[in-house]
């Protein structure tokens, strides 16, 4: 085995090569990576001494009890153990990252909502200064619900580091690369792909080639697991050897260093003289990854009607309540509609679950106006939603031949609790006023005459 060291001086390990290189493929394995030959202990999690006098340590993200089918925990062999990463912490203010309970009395989250693109600007801002919460949902203190944000990110964090304690985070970019050195190792992510960040990793966000814009949602609940695909079977949907773990990577070196911490909805900051990624060997199955949304194979209506969009799952949040996620990512790609007579966008529905939608690139099917890439749209716990008029019209008439629904990617977190609009998402970003307009020029068909109508 040969190591490759990084720009910023991270080493890595190449065991890993091929259409992989630097990933081991695989959803929820139990991992095993090492930066320097025989740093991984065998046989034993805590020998008396480690290999190249490295401390061992465990990440545990779920309780030490959790049913096997869910337990998860890495072995880490570190150069310092964590805690010579922290020190004493002073509570600092991230204005425009929001936790939930955060319900604003001067805002209405009552209402079908659209935005417009939030624009980057010029602002020198980093992962966490550059992350703006759009709605919040449950409460991060009881480990419930959700938050969703736009990140906009002009700088990378510089002997920075951070980790949150309350959630783990879903990273859907939408414009530019980002690359996440965390302590597991690094991960590339470019739109159309998307990451998982687990609850207490520590990391830093870099930007390889320029700004970039994306989505967050920030899972204060269980952890995101594959949805059970019942009778499709084994294969389809996300399958889980697309799934990509970083193999390990570390950091050697002695510089002063900034810690923040999200912690019950509060940041801390803590200095340290040595960077946290130093991480040389790790075993187990609690890591970062990430997924190409490319991958992700789409099942639905071969004959007539339109399923519920739940077929589009990607990855499920559980709520505790069987069948009741906590958080659903979907995913609406590109993809044949081949439905005869029957009506092919989505259908008008209330729901109980609150959806926030984003678009990544192209047309949205049921919005084929005023839903641009970057844009986001919110139709809340039992607000209704559905077709605008020319959607509507259009999936009335369209003719019944196949149809390639080409170029489009847009995704949706959808939480079995009502979202609330930030201060943020009501008063400062590009709201689309006029977005409740686009179902006024709906008509009534009905005259109480049998017959199709025109
Ligand atoms: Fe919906």
Redesign the pocket.
């Known amino acids: 085995m040969t190591n490759q060291t990084l720009p910023g001086g991270m080493i890595r390990s190449t065991a890993v090569t091929g259409p992989h290189a630097g990933y081991m493929p695989g959803f929820g394995n139990d991992f095993e990576t090492e930066a320097l030959p025989g740093a991984l202990p065998q046989g034993q999690n805590s020998p008396q001494k480690c290999e190249y006098g490295l401390y061992a340590e465990q990440l545990s993200g779920t309780a030490f009890t959790a049913p096997r089918g869910q337990n998860e925990r890495t072995w880490c062999y570190r150069i310092r153990p964590s805690v010579k990463h922290v020190g004493r912490f002073t509570k600092i203010a991230v204005p425009y990252w929001k936790s939930a309970p955060h319900i604003d009395p001067d805002v209405i989250s009552l209402g079908q909502y659209r935005w417009d693109p939030v624009p980057v600007g010029d602002g020198a801002l980093t992962w966490i200064t550059g992350m703006r919460t759009m709605t919040t949902a449950g409460d991060v203190n009881t480990q419930v619900g959700m938050a969703s944000h736009v990140y906009l990110v002009t700088q990378s964090m510089e002997d920075e580091y951070f980790f949150s304690a309350d959630s783990e985070l879903l990273v859907v970019p939408q414009e530019g690369r980002l690359r996440f050195c965390t302590e597991l190792g690094i991960i590339d992510l470019e739109p159309k792909e998307i990451a998982i960040i687990p609850r207490g990793l520590v990391y830093r966000v870099e930007l390889p080639d320029g700004p970039a814009r994306g989505f967050v949602c920030e899972n204060y609940g269980q952890k995101f697991d594959l949805p059970g695909r019942g009778p499709i079977g084994a294969n389809c949907l996300a399958n889980p050897r697309d799934f990509k773990c970083p193999v390990a990577a570390f950091e050697d070196r002695e510089a002063h260093s900034r810690v923040v911490i999200k912690w019950c909805g509060q940041f801390h900051e803590t200095f340290i003289d040595h960077s946290p990624l130093d991480v040389v060997a790790w075993h187990g199955n609690y890591c970062a990854y990430k997924y190409d949304l490319r991958t992700y194979s789409p099942v639905g209506a071969i004959l007539f009607d339109h399923p519920d969009?739940s077929i589009f799952t990607v990855l499920t949040a559980p709520s505790g309540q069987e069948g009741t996620a906590n958080i659903d990512f979907v995913l609406f790609r590109d993809r044949w509609m081949v439905a005869e007579h029957s009506f092919r966008p989505?259908w008008y529905?209330k729901?109980i679950?609150s959806?926030l939608?984003g678009n990544i690139y192209g047309i949205y099917d049921a919005k084929p106006q005023g839903f641009v890439p970057g844009g986001i749209s919110l139709?809340n716990m039992m607000l209704p939603?559905?077709p605008d008029r020319n959607a509507f019209e259009h999936g009335s008439n369209e003719p019944m031949v196949p149809h390639y629904q080409a170029e489009t990617m847009q995704f949706?977190f959808?939480t079995r609790f009502p979202q609330h609009l930030t201060e943020f998402a009501a008063k400062e970003a590009p709201l689309q006023d006029d977005y409740v307009d686009c179902w006024d020029s709906l008509e009534k068909k009905f005259d109480g005459t049998p017959g199709i109508k025109a």
Do not use: A, L, R
Request: net charge negative; aromatic share 0%.
């Open positions: 969009p989505p529905h729901n679950m959806e939608m139709h939603h559905g949706m959808e």
